[in-house]
């Protein structure tokens, strides 16, 4: 069906029904990064979203969608909706005009710049925003507010895959390959991500690799439902996926499961690896690990021995203070036994956020410019000058991370605009994070929901939903398509890029940001991409339609993407070749101790996303998973007392939750695990451990060290 | 040729995207007809997800006292007519699968009618167009119940009656577990 990229997807042959008085609008799904097709039925007279409807033939879901793709649209009539600007009066947000908060907003930017420098005013933002906002907020802080204090929520989430995927293949793609070819896969190995939760409409493409015949090892600590199906599942202490990759190559390097002639031409790097990874005997690991030996050899031998496969990975892998190592031995994995380039063959990290890739291309990461330039690199700091029409020392140098700029609030840092972004809830120690966004002389914050950090702002801007949003995301693949909104701005809410450009025209900066609609923003993003990494130059809007999205890179007009990358063996460094590196086992920042013997792992659960401030506002979600809970064995429930739904407090170091308790066979005994999208007194970062990964700057969300105290079960509540 | 649901178990991975679809079509009032259920919770995170089994002779429509229960031509058992339906409940109890259910308030039986509205026009159930695993799908009855893909049961056995389902359920490979299926397992640790 359409272009030939799309012939092995999961599309179906149906038409999408059409009912009297509606028009379908085709767009995707604004939550996770497989952005799902759908179609939103509207009202033609009146504009108002009534339904959906499934988009049968886009490639990536057939029409498929997980819960929350099917509710998504009840946000856009939603009576929590934003409607007007806030101002903080007298402690409390009462509604202003647009005119009010902008004069306010652009008078403090320049009261705080003007007092304590450019830098002084930092933007968190997001990327679960269209390519084009991402790209704008990057321009609007280097030349709008000639900040270097610009990063995202990205961070948090994609980081190390993305250092480990430069490290090791010299680029950063979240797939090597469509993912159409997951089907065609011999061994499929799954770390560190509870695929079947998280990314739903990943399940067809790993059920038909299983129907080829495929096997499945599945790493993680749970038995989820991805592990539950598994061939193998290597039940992993949290942390320790150095030391189980390295038992795998030992295994497969001992066992001359190898593929020689891959490694001489196409890597550098074997030789430490063998001569490392040769103390990480399976017994050795097993012992780090909590794995059975057997399992580890089977594993292996299934993985060495199939012709195609693919390793995948998530937030399992990458949120430790060791995540870039992890990714990038997982990498290794494939390197070794030359599964690369081929349909069938490579590797992915699955992405979190809707435009996680997109959103970490075009230069709202500090450390980058648009393309996937380096902001220190004198030549792409040069041709950004040069698309910007500005001066090359115009261009700040590279800033804070993420959670190093909260941790500069209210010092370096004074004012904060935060779009699209709930950082109170998903960043670790959520605690003393409300306590440096008070500690702001000005907070200004761009939502279409109040969410917990936005209820601490001085200022709320009213943005538009997603299904009000025209523009492109990129997804899992590498996929760049289309998003078409509704065309209405209900209440008094307005389009984010409109109010970024009008801050810029107020702060004397306009002429840069003369923007008439999304596609002339992103075809100025094609330009600034040019010749960089994530290429989007050969793009166009017509094109994304005419082919149901365009792989980048797309360098030229004639070209239509790149779907598979290295299928001429080519990797992305001056010499061509991967490069296969080797890591200790080093395990958590935080080790488990006496006061606190228990490992504590985060996660998702199918029917929310990332910080709940949308989906707790679904009623259907909210109705299926109310609370968070914590997971505990059976033995390990039993050790304390705790019976099934009684009320159990988690502490840390840093703080400690009450929560009801979910006893259950599918945790490890040494660990309990906790959901994340909930806020305030139910938010599990007030537990987590803020260590950084020194690389990626990903916090240490996946681990940390806690202890459980059973509490007086309390009456009538249950748990979710 | 007529279409049923074919519900492979092993699948599902509990999301009820099938039970929230369910509400989008047109004729259900937003009111849910599908159901998921937890196995064996606390020993797995394994899920089934039960809509009508559409019988080829349906207890409930036979036990109607005002025959409110149509049966398709393609034998689809359709929820109760609202004009008729005067929530007796007879058809919740008759149902050897527990499926219809009773709103109390507006005393009227509901229940799974395939989303008639779109299985008439061609297209899939609700529930079989999101299932985001593939998990219930809309297939040919005749391919699915002389060549299924693995093994399936279609004919059950209450106490000595047995009752032909146009539903067609793929059952877990537990034994030769093909796709490794442990049920309550957990984890080694
Ligand atoms: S959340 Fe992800 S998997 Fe679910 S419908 Fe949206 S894009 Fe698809
Ligand atoms: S939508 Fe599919 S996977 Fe989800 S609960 Fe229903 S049957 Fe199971
Ligand atoms: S399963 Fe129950 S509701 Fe469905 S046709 Fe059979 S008797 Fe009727």
């Keep these: 069906m359409g272009h030939a990229q799309n012939k092995d997807y999961a599309q179906r042959d149906y038409d999408a029904i059409l009912r009297d008085g509606e028009e379908l609008i085709s767009t995707h799904c ?57 101002i903080r009066k007298n402690g409390k947000l009462e509604q202003a005009t647009w005119d009010e908060a902008m004069d306010l907003i652009v008078s403090k930017i320049q009261e705080i710049q003007g007092k304590y420098g450019k830098d002084a005013f930092g933007i968190y933002s997001g990327s679960s925003m269209t390519n084009e906002k ?134 550098t790097g074997f030789e430490e690896l063998k001569e490392l990874v040769k103390k990480y005997t399976p017994a050795h690991v097993s012992e780090i690990t909590g794995v059975a030996v057997d399992k580890i050899i089977t594993a292996a031998r299934l993985f060495g021995q199939a012709k195609n496969g693919f390793t995948m990975f998530a937030r399992g892998v990458e949120q430790h203070a060791t995540g870039t190592d992890s990714v990038s031995n997982y990498v290794n994995l494939c390197l070794v036994t030359g599964k690369m380039g081929r349909k069938g063959s490579g590797v992915a990290t699955f992405t979190g956020q809707g435009n996680g ?122 996929r760049v398509l289309r998003v078409k909104g509704i065309d209405r701005t209900p209440g008094e809410t307005k389009r984010d890029w409109k109010v970024i450009c009008e801050i810029a025209e107020r702060l004397g900066r306009g002429q840069y940001f003369q923007f008439n609609s999304p596609e002339d923003i992103f075809n100025e993003l094609r330009v600034a991409s040019k010749g960089g990494t994530a ?11 005419k082919m149901q999205g365009v792989f980048w890179p797309c360098p030229t007009e004639e070209s239509e993407g790149l779907p598979r990358l290295f299928e001429d063996l080519k990797f992305n460094f001056p010499d061509g070749k991967a490069r296969i590196l080797a890591f200790e086992h080093k395990g958590p920042n935080e080790k488990t101790s006496k006061d606190y013997p228990i490992i504590l792992s985060t996660g998702r659960v199918v029917f929310h996303y990332l910080s709940g401030n949308q989906t ?24 304390y007392n705790i019976e099934h739904g009684e009320f159990v407090k988690v502490s840390s170091p840093r703080g400690s939750i009450e929560l009801a308790a979910k006893v259950t066979k599918i945790t490890r005994e040494d660990m309990v695990f906790v959901p994340y999208h909930w806020g305030k ?32 079960s309390r009456a009538g509540e249950k748990h979710g | 040729m007529a279409k049923v649901l074919y519900i492979d178990y092993e699948r599902c991975i509990g999301c009820k995207a099938c039970v929230i679809g369910c509400e989008e079509c047109s004729g259900h009032d937003h009111l849910s007809r599908m159901f998921v259920d937890e196995l064996n919770p606390g020993e797995t995170v394994a899920t089934s997800p039960t809509p009508c ?10 036990s109607c006292p005002v025959q409110a229960i149509a049966i398709a031509d393609d034998g689809t058992v359709l929820s109760a007519s609202l004009e008729k ?46 299932c985001p695993t593939d998990t219930i799908r809309f297939v040919d009855e005749h391919e699915i119940k002389s060549e299924p893909p693995k093994e399936v049961q279609f004919k059950w056995d209450f106490g000595g009656t047995v009752i032909e389902t146009r539903t067609v359920i793929g059952l877990p490979d537990t034994e030769t577990n093909r796709y490794g299926y442990r049920e309550g397992d957990g984890v080694q640790s």
């Design chain 2, 85 to 130: 339906c005067i929530g007796c409940k007879n058809c919740t109890y008759a149902c050897p699968f527990g499926i219809p259910r009773v709103d109390d308030v507006k005393k009227v039986m509901y229940k799974c009618d395939m989303c008639y509205d779109r299985t008439s026009k061609g297209r899939p159930p609700m529930c079989a167009s999101v």
């Design chain 1, 30 to 86: 604004c939550f996770c990064g497989m952005q799902c097709g759908m179609n939103i039925r509207v009202n033609k007279e009146d504009k108002s979203v009534l339904g959906v409807e499934p988009r049968y033939d886009f490639p990536m879901n057939g029409g498929r969608l997980c819960p929350k793709g099917v509710s998504a649209y009840r946000q856009a009539e939603h009576v929590e909706r934003l409607n007007h600007p806030l």
């Design chain 2, 53 to 62: 089994m559409h019988c080829v002779t349906p207890a409930c429509a036979e």
């Design chain 1, 134 to 267: 991402c790209y704008l907020m990057g321009k609007f802080a280097r030349i709008g507010l000639g900040t270097k204090n610009i990063d995202y929520n990205g961070r948090y989430c994609m980081s190390s895959a993305s250092v480990g995927f430069n490290q090791s293949i010299g680029i950063d793609r979240g797939s090597t390959n469509p993912w159409s070819d997951i089907k065609f896969a011999d061994v499929l190995l799954i770390a560190g991500s509870n695929t079947a939760e998280c990314h739903p409409l990943s399940m067809p493409y790993i059920w038909g690799a299983r129907d080829r015949g495929a096997k499945l090892i599945v790493v993680d600590p749970r038995q989820t439902k991805t592990a539950l199906v598994a061939d193998v599942h290597l039940d992993i202490r949290p942390g320790t996926d150095v030391a189980i990759a390295n038992g795998l190559l030992h295994v497969m390097i001992e066992e001359d499961l190898v593929d020689h002639d891959f490694i001489q031409k196409h890597t």
């Design chain 1, 681 to 712: 007194s139910l938010a599990i970062n007030h537990l987590t451990n803020p260590a950084l990964e020194p690389k990626s700057k990903i916090p240490e969300f996946k681990v940390c060290a806690v202890k459980l105290e059973k509490i007086a």
């Design chain 1, 357 to 478: 890739q997109g959103g970490r291309e075009h230069g709202q990461k500090t450390d980058q410019l648009p393309g996937f330039r380096k902001i220190t690199d004198p030549k792409a700091r040069e041709y950004i000058a040069g698309v910007w029409g500005v001066d090359e020392s115009e261009i700040p140098g590279p800033g804070l991370s993420a959670f190093e700029m909260l941790q500069a609030l209210g010092k370096e840092i004074k004012g904060l605009l935060l779009i699209c972004s709930n950082p109170i809830v998903s960043s670790p120690t959520v605690g003393d994070v409300g306590e440096y966004l008070k500690s702001l002389d000005f907070f200004v914050c761009m939502d279409f929901f109040l969410s917990e950090s936005a209820e601490q702002a001085d200022v709320v801007l009213p943005s538009t939903v997603w299904v009000e949003d025209n523009g492109t995301m990129t997804n899992v693949e590498g």
């Design chain 1, 616 to 639: 707790r506002r679904i009623e259907a979600l909210r109705n299926f998973c109310p609370d968070p809970y914590v997971e505990i064995h059976p033995n390990l429930a039993k050790k």
């Design chain 1, 535 to 545: 290429d989007y130059y050969g793009i166009t809007y017509e094109k994304l339609d």
